[in-house]
């Protein structure tokens, strides 16, 4: 009797040790480098929770619309290879689904925006297309956004918006920044560059137009592409910029209102653990970002020679020096 027992005793701990050690496998699909602090979030999260034996693979678009496209095409030959699909916004899962028709493998959005509005699901409460992860709320904030644009600059009546009409969370995020300027009696206008050098001459320029800031909205466009260039012309030229992730601030943007991408991708890993540990994602609603944080860069804000709300460094919850 005794053997027997310690026969099961081995068998049960030989079977745990089995279960720890399988390796999952995920695909990581991102447009470009201004989504791997999300990427980071999501593999320390992963960790943390006990998934050691994960093995990646990467997809990463180099913020080229062609190349995406060509990446989503072959992760939908490719989906059943993996355990789950990891992308890092609205975009990328728009692509792996119309690419895919019917997807079999499920995806985690790391960070999201606009995730109906994309057709990604028809509820954030009940996935439906096995897609399923974090909204940022990205595109909603920018409301609250523009509140505290207005507080901390109470003497801009004019701003400059950079979208792209192409993409839903850009057309989405900046109508709401347009109608809630409206409210504030701020004109925001929006535009669309081709390129870098084109950039540069709208900031250059814009004073002469009377426009004195500019707020950026969430789109990979400007995550991918033109948040860098914009914050290094805007701060030669002396422009205040709104951006809408805390972890710009340490890049040099003036103010910024949301979650970071470390964050978003942290916290989607929790989503990830559900599903792999067998959870339908149908099972798995989307979650909302928590928290949002209001940053402030004050060496960059004081170094703009400008007036600002002083009292607004009362609502900051997080001040880069």
Known sequence: ??????????????????????????????SGEGRKDKVRGFQDGLRNLGLVKVKYEFYEGNNTLWKMRELAQELSVRQEDYDLIAVGGSLEAYMVKEASGKLKTPVVILGGTSIIP???TESLSRPSENITGVD??????????????????????????????????????TKITIRAGKKLG????????????????????????????????????????????????????????FC?????????????????????????????YKILKGTPVEHVPFERAYYPRLAVNES????????FNRDF?????????
Not at 6 to 26: D, M, N, P
Not at 244 to 261: I, R
Not at 300 to 307: R, T
């Open 118 to 120: 994309w057709g990604l």
């Open 313 to 321: 460094f009362t609502f900051v919850d997080e001040v880069v020096k």
């Open 300 to 307: 960059a804000l004081l170094e703009l020679g400008i007036d």
């Open 1 to 30: 009797m005794v053997l027997i027992l310690l026969f099961l005793f081995f068998l049960t701990i030989l079977s745990c040790e089995t279960a720890q050690e399988k390796e999952y496998r995920i695909a990581v699909f991102i």
């Open 186 to 241: 701020i004109k925001v206008v929006p535009l669309n560059v081709k390129d870098v050098k084109e950039l540069e001459y709208i900031i250059s320029h814009m004073r002469e137009d009377g426009f004195e800031a500019i707020i950026i909205t969430p789109c990979f466009y400007t995550e991918n592409f033109l948040t860098s260039y914009i914050l290094h012309y805007a701060n030669f030229h002396q422009i205040p910029v």
């Open 136 to 173: 940022n709320l990205n595109a909603e904030l920018m409301e609250k956004r523009v509140e505290l644009f207005s507080k901390m600059f109470p003497h801009i009546r004019k701003v400059l918006v950079f979208c792209n009409p192409q993409f839903e969370a850009s057309k989405n995020a």
């Open 244 to 272: 809408h992730s805390p972890g710009l601030v340490k890049k040099g943007c003036h103010v910024a209102y949301g979650t970071s991408g470390y964050e978003q991708g942290y916290q989607a890993s929790h989503i990830a």
